[in-house]
């Protein structure tokens, strides 16, 4: 039986990682596959209670390492200490890890040290910054693995700029990889809980108003930096067409506090929502303004225009196809771009992210070539 163990440590992976542990369990590939899931506990996330397991139908983690939050080395460290030793114990085959955080790269570190196996959901992914964690984190980690599952062709030519190619026929190992194009684990997810989203709506989400535009803001490079904070709600404050729904980040808030943001009176701040609820709102809204890397696409599989209030997008796809408009935190970019949607205008009609079957491509390449 090939031995995963899967390595988690924010609410995102949680809901990417559901997809394929729920498919693991299935008849098909209980007998071949065992799964051990690792929580870093990277983020502390209240909303994360067993309800949230019962409804996203996985297992609780068989192991928290209950890390915390901190600067990076520190964190990055007692991750790839606690990994290293769960590794070294229970000597998986194979070692699952989704996107870009800090427990995608401990978790990559710590495999490749012990010479286990690493398998990248989400490779190839590039926004080109440097500066930002995340894509060092990302470029890292998908330089040690042995298989990398991409979710579109634009991120297998990503890796190929950077000389990671497909190995084909060969059994794949670190220096001869497997890289398969197998659509986005967020698709798969989306299709899956949609509709049981819509009929578990909480009382909150029950009682806005339509019509409406959703903001998420999250990301430190503009939660942290004034400037970039003012110019945002300089440009959303102007903006009157629509009311705007801001469910709000705890560290958002106290970061919009100390720097005593002013808020019009047409932004609604609500309290941070769980997964279910949050794909409500994007189905109920008019468009999405955000910074996150998954709303975006969320927005796109919910039919939604979407204004990414950062410099540059990792998911290129989506702004060529004119789903996304990329306006860092330029006011007269942002306030173009408000327009442009409450306009109507609406991108092209493809199909980027695949047929919803990732998990069965995944788990498929691996039980077939290991």
Not at 2 to 13: F, I, S
Not at 17 to 25: F, G, M, N, W
Not at 27 to 55: L, N
Not at 328 to 336: E, F, S, V
Request: hydrophobic share 40%; aromatic share 8%.
């Amino acid at each position: 039986m090939l031995h995963v163990m899967t390595v988690v440590g924010a609410r995102p992976q949680f809901i990417k990682a559901a997809v394929l542990s729920r498919k693991v369990r299935t008849k098909k590939f209980s007998e071949i596959i065992k799964e051990t899931i690792v929580h870093t506990g990277q983020h502390y996330d209240e909303m994360m209670s067993d309800v949230f397991f019962k409804q996203m139908e996985i297992p609780e983690p068989d192991f928290n390492l209950g890390v915390g939050s901190g600067n990076h080395g520190e964190v990055t460290a007692k991750m790839l200490q606690g990994i290293e030793t769960l590794i070294l114990e229970l000597k998986p085959d194979l070692v699952m890890v989704y996107g870009d955080t800090n427990s995608t790269l401990a978790g990559a570190l710590a495999a490749s040290k012990l010479h286990v196996p690493i398998a990248h959901v989400e490779a190839g992914l590039r926004s080109y910054m440097m500066i930002m964690p995340e894509e060092q984190n990302r470029r890292i980690t998908d330089h040690l693995s042995t298989w990398l599952f991409c979710p579109t062709q634009v991120a297998v030519k990503n890796l190929e700029k950077e000389g990671i190619k497909n190995n084909g026929s060969c059994k794949p190992d670190v220096d001869n990889k497997a890289v398969i194009v197998c659509g986005d684990i967020m698709y798969e997810a989306y299709l899956y809980y949609k509709e049981k989203a819509l009929r578990e709506v909480g009382a909150i989400i029950q009682s806005i108003e339509k019509p409406f535009v959703l903001l998420t803001l999250h990301r430190a490079e503009n939660t942290d930096n004034p400037e970039r904070l003012y110019s945002i709600f300089e440009a959303l404050n102007q903006f009157k067409t629509y009311p705007i729904v801001f469910p709000v980040h705890p560290r958002t808030r106290k970061c919009m506090e100390k720097m005593n943001i002013e808020i019009a009176k047409n932004i609604h701040l609500i309290d941070p929502v769980g997964y279910f609820d949050m794909l409500s709102l994007e189905n109920d809204c008019e468009f999405i303004i955000t910074d996150s890397g998954g709303v975006q696409k969320e927005a796109y599989f919910a039919g939604k225009m979407c204004v990414t209030l950062r410099d540059s997008t990792e998911w290129v796809e989506l702004v060529e196809e004119g789903w996304n408009i990329v306006t860092g935190t330029d006011k007269n970019k942002i306030l173009n771009a408000l327009q442009i949607c409450s306009q109507g205008e609406k991108g092209n009609n493809v199909k980027l992210y695949g047929d919803g079957n990732t998990s069965d491509i995944i788990l498929n390449s691996i039980c077939n070539n290991y």
